[in-house]
């Protein structure tokens, strides 16, 4: 199918459906419709209006608690955050307080300037009596006044209220109209002082930037009064300089222009940006939904503004702030280079100053030493002539010397020759010594090691025998143990038919007893005293049959560990050797030692 074409709809008609409507249309009447009751649909309608208006103004109270709850929660927050910037801002004021007093209490500063700072906060303390004297007194003593008249009205009720209350009425206005004219001079009092605050604030700022400007654009000191017996180099130095401070000067005009150009976008004025600025301060940059915060407090601030005036400003804001930073941070880079350019300018000049002072040295130790070098050679002369002399003296006596020497090595290796001799004749005898004692030993081991064979050979044959007579003698003890064993089987073969027959003999025959098997035995009913007659204290409930006391202390063992316990020895590593190999009196059956520890 192409786009192009049209679309194919089908329409399906009932026929039914248009009788339906024909015979409406004519009023022909039918059993199957009804007439239509009017009221009550009416009443339907009425009645799911009101539902619905119910439903609505439900819904309208909801969002208008949720607006209600979320501004409270706000106003919560708000009030946090008020509450530590107003303890902030108290601690502060204390602490600046507590400085200026310090300040100016100091009496080794005894300038005009403090003279004058403590006049005028005197001055201010005294204006500040007199307006609480004639202002905030009476205001006081008024509300106190209006309290008391209140009190007594209410207690004592008058025919003359209506002229007392037109009096204090008149009272009232007339307090207010002093109070308005009051502040309306304080109020332009203050901002006189505003005005004069702002204009010396512009001159500082002004004079700060001529200032900067001043030092961008002139040279320093420190290079200006160098002096450079190289005038090339002193030029090149103060050029770099220049270029160096024509690039940060552009730089400082292209933040400047765009400062400008961001400042003319704000959105609020002068008073309204101190008052913006303010109330971004008062909320810290760690705080949860800071944003959100701060612009609630901004709408309320300005009603007149809109949420997008608000969020432009601030974006202008933080660009201007962002440009501000970065105009700090180039005034601070081109500090620091300026100060690294100056240092490495200083020490270029004093490198090429000391250069200059050792070249001009150089040329005056050069003449000096011509002059000493023609002294010297004259002198070397006569020094050489003195040297020639000495040597040939010295050579005539080292030749004595050597030929006495001579002499005396070849009597010392005649004496040597002759020590020799005599050493190696006492070597000779020596070893001819040694060599008759080495065969007198090699003799007496050859006698000993024939000996020690014949020994041998002998043992070996009795060994031979000995082994044949221990065979013999195993085989022998192997046939009687098999005998044993065989006897052992047939006596234990024999026991099993005994004891089979015992068994048999005493085979249980008792018969089923419930009762019985469920009642009391002899020995719990001992212990439960039941059937006890009489009660015998001596007599012991069990009967024992073991060791009394005269064997247990008879034992040897026994006696010989009590002995060393009583010396303090029972611990000691003899009594640990000597104790197992004591033995009793009578040895223990082999049916009774213990066959656990052998596992």
């Known amino acids: 199918m192409n786009k192009r074409d049209p679309p194919f709809m089908t329409i399906q008609r009932n026929d039914s459906s248009d009788n339906l409507i024909f015979h409406m249309k004519n009023g022909i009447r039918r059993i199957k419709y009804k007439p239509v009751d009017y009221q009550q649909l009416h009443t339907l309608t009425e009645a799911k209006k009101s539902a619905s208006a119910s439903i609505q103004l439900k819904i309208k109270k909801t969002v208008q608690t949720s607006k209600n709850s979320k501004e409270q929660t706000l106003i919560k927050q708000h009030k946090q955050v008020w509450w530590q910037e ?286 000493l070098c023609a002294d010297l050679k004259a002198k070397v002369l006569q020094w050489r002539a003195h040297q020639e002399e000495v040597a040939r003296l010295e050579m005539d006596i080292v030749v004595r010397r050597r030929e006495k020497e001579k002499e005396k090595e070849k009597l010392w290796k005649k004496k040597e020759l002759l020590q020799r001799e005599e050493k190696k004749e006492k070597i000779r005898k020596y070893w001819a010594k040694k060599e008759q004692k080495w065969q007198e030993m090699e003799m007496r081991d050859l006698q000993r090691l024939e000996e020690l064979k014949k020994l041998m050979a002998e043992q070996s044959v009795k060994d031979k025998e000995r082994v044949k007579y221990r065979q013999e003698l195993l085989e022998k003890r192997l046939m009687e143990k098999k005998e044993v064993a065989l006897q052992e089987t047939h006596a234990e073969k024999e026991r099993e038919r005994r004891l089979e027959a015992l068994r048999k003999q005493v085979a249980i025959v008792a018969q089923f007893d419930p009762v019985r098997m469920m009642s009391d035995t002899v020995a719990s009913k001992a212990r439960m005293r039941i059937g006890i007659e009489e009660f015998i204290l001596q007599k012991p409930l069990f009967t024992l049959n073991t060791y009394n006391e005269q064997q247990i202390i008879s034992d040897p063992r026994l006696r010989f560990e009590l002995a060393l316990r009583e010396a303090g020895l029972h611990k000691t590593f003899y009594a640990k050797e000597i104790l197992p190999k004591i033995s009793p009196h009578k040895p223990p059956r082999k049916d009774m030692e213990s066959s656990v520890f052998k596992i």
């Open 86 to 371: 107003h303890q902030r801002l108290r601690e502060l004021r204390c602490k600046v307080e507590s400085e200026i007093k310090s300040f100016l209490n100091e009496e080794k500063l005894g300038s005009e300037c403090l003279s004058n700072f403590m006049d005028l906060e005197q001055e201010l303390s005294e204006q500040w009596c007199v307006y609480l004297k004639n202002v905030i007194d009476p205001v006081q003593q008024l509300r106190a006044d209006l309290k008391y008249r209140q009190h007594h009205i209410l207690q004592h009720s008058g025919p003359h209220n209506e002229f007392n209350a037109v009096k204090v009425l008149e009272e009232v206005d007339f307090v207010k109209k002093q109070l308005k004219a009051v502040f309306e001079r304080l109020n332009l009092e203050q901002q006189k002082i505003q005005n004069d605050l702002s204009d010396w604030s512009m001159k500082i700022l002004d004079h700060s930037l001529e200032e900067k400007s001043n030092l961008l654009s002139e040279l320093p000191m420190e290079l200006e009064t160098l002096e450079c017996p190289y005038p090339d180099l002193k030029s090149s130095v103060l050029s770099e300089f220049c270029n160096f401070t024509e690039k940060y000067q552009k730089k400082l005009q292209d933040f400047d222009l765009q400062l400008e150009d961001i400042y003319r976008n704000f959105q609020l004025s002068e008073e309204d940006h101190w008052i913006y600025q303010a109330i971004l301060d008062q909320y810290p940059g760690d705080l949860f939904a800071r944003r959100t915060l701060y612009l609630d407090m901004l709408r309320r601030y300005f009603p007149h503004k809109s949420r997008h005036d608000l969020v432009e400003h601030e974006k202008y804001c933080d660009q201007y702030r962002f440009a501000r930073e970065q105009r700090k941070i180039l005034i601070s880079n081109w500090n620091k280079n300026r100060k690294d350019f100056i240092q490495k300018a200083v020490m270029t000049l004093a490198e090429a100053s000391a250069t200059h002072e050792m070249e001009s040295t150089l040329a005056k130790d050069r003449k000096k030493q011509q002059e």
